[in-house]
Every structure is written in C-alpha cells, then in structure tokens.
C-alpha cells in the first residue's frame, strides 16, 4: 500500500506540474491538493500511525502551500500587502515539487530504517557530522565577523552587521550549514532510543556536550543580533 500511495502522490506532482505548465491553476490547485493527501496516507502505510512528526510537518507545509493560491484562485485574488500579479504558476511548480522530495526522502529513510532498523545515514555517524557541520559554521561565523569589523560591529545592530556582511565577497554560509549541523543532531538523537538510559552509551554525552561549546558562540552572535529566522 505504501508503493502505491507513494506512486499516485508523484503522478499528482506530475499532473500538477503540467497543468501549471499550460496555466490551468484550478486543475493545478487540485492535483496538488491531492498529491500532499496521498502522501499522507503514505505515512500512514510506512510509519503504521496517523500521529508522527512527519505528518505534522507535512500538515503545516500543505496549510502554507495551499493558503495562498487558494485566495487568489478562489478568494478575493487579494493578499495584503501584496499586489497582482500573483505568480501562482511558480509556485505551484515549485510546491510541487517539494512535495515528491518529502515523498521520496520519507520512503527511502523508511524503508531503510525498516529494514535495517537503522537509519541509513548512520553509518557514517551523525554526531561526528553534526560536529563537523556546527565547527565549521562557528569558524565561518567569527570569519565573517572579524572582516566585517569585530565585535563593535555586531553589537552595532542586526541592519548594520548583515548589510557589513553582504558587501564582502566569499562570505561562508554558516546559517545553512547551522541548521543541517542542528538536523544531523537530531537524526543521532532519534536514532538512539534508549540513548539515555543505557548504560553502554555513557561515554556519548561528551559528544552533546561539545556541539553545545562549539556552538554557542554561533547561537550568542545570532541572539545578539536578532537573527529570529535562523534560530
């Protein structure tokens, strides 16, 4: 059942796709509306509930989605304070396709975790990635930092720093790789259920330990300047 939800979830992508390709939103509108329902009771078939965490993210990815094409399609066509012409075409494409990304990452990462009742990026160890990730941001935070001018410039304000880091070139991207360092940390930690009980895995908070030392000045430089999206 899961196969075949998963197949009908990629050939509504499709459809939708296509439909928004020769402008007919509605259908469009619809066919998407239907392909994020499959992939629902995909989930359902792959994880055996209806309540787990990729239905909720799922749930509020649709609700985003959907929201805004639907007032301009079916609603008064108005969004404050934005103003026509809506490029609803772009954006059914582009949540249609985030939609058979999510299908397909959730099938694989199911799948494999059923199989091997592991996930498939443990073998490479998610602790030891996220502490690369969340060293390598820390570095390329106080790198971008010390070019923009130090400390006087952060406490300057979130304007002042951001618009000092935007006018120099080959800046790092420490935000994504934050966040992925963040998401490796909570693969490892759903990974391991009985993390904090079993006594065989003591030694493993020294791990947690350093991604908070190594990561807090990044968090400090983010809190300091007001960066509400990336934290």
């Known amino acids: ?12 992508v499709l459809a939708s796709i296509a439909a928004s390709a020769y402008e007919q939103y509605a259908a469009a509108f619809m066919l998407l509306c239907f392909a994020l329902i499959c992939s629902l009771v995909m989930l359902r078939h792959l994880w055996r509930s209806w309540v787990t965490l ?3 993210f799922l749930i509020a990815f649709a609700l985003y989605t959907i929201s805004g094409p639907f007032e301009v399609l079916f609603g ?17 494409i582009d949540s249609s396709i985030a ?22 990026v443990r073998a490479i160890g998610n602790m030891q990635v996220s502490l690369v990730l969340i060293l390598l941001a820390t570095i390329g ?23 000092a ?4 070139q080959l800046t790092f991207p420490t935000s994504s790789f934050a966040l992925l360092a963040f998401a ?26 350093l991604f908070a030392v190594v990561a807090t000045p990044l968090l400090l430089a983010h809190i300091i300047v007001g960066q509400r999206m990336e934290l």
């Open 1 to 12: 059942m899961t196969a075949i939800w998963f197949i009908a979830a990629n050939l509504s």
């Open 141 to 163: 935070e106080a790198t971008n930092l010390l070019r923009s001018g130090g400390i006087a410039t952060l406490l300057a304000g979130k304007a002042v720093y951001q618009s």
């Open 54 to 56: 990729s239905h909720l």
């Open 165 to 168: 880091v935007a006018d120099m």
């Open 99 to 120: 939609t058979a990304s999510f299908a397909w990452a959730m099938l694989l990462w199911g799948l494999s975790y059923r199989q091997r009742r592991k996930p498939m």
């Open 184 to 209: 490796f940390l909570g693969i490892h930690y759903s990974s391991q259920s009985t993390w904090l009980r079993s006594s065989r895995n003591e030694g493993k908070h020294v791990g947690t330990l």
């Open 76 to 92: 008064s066509g108005e969004i404050p304070p934005f103003s026509p012409p809506f490029y609803v075409r772009e954006w059914f």
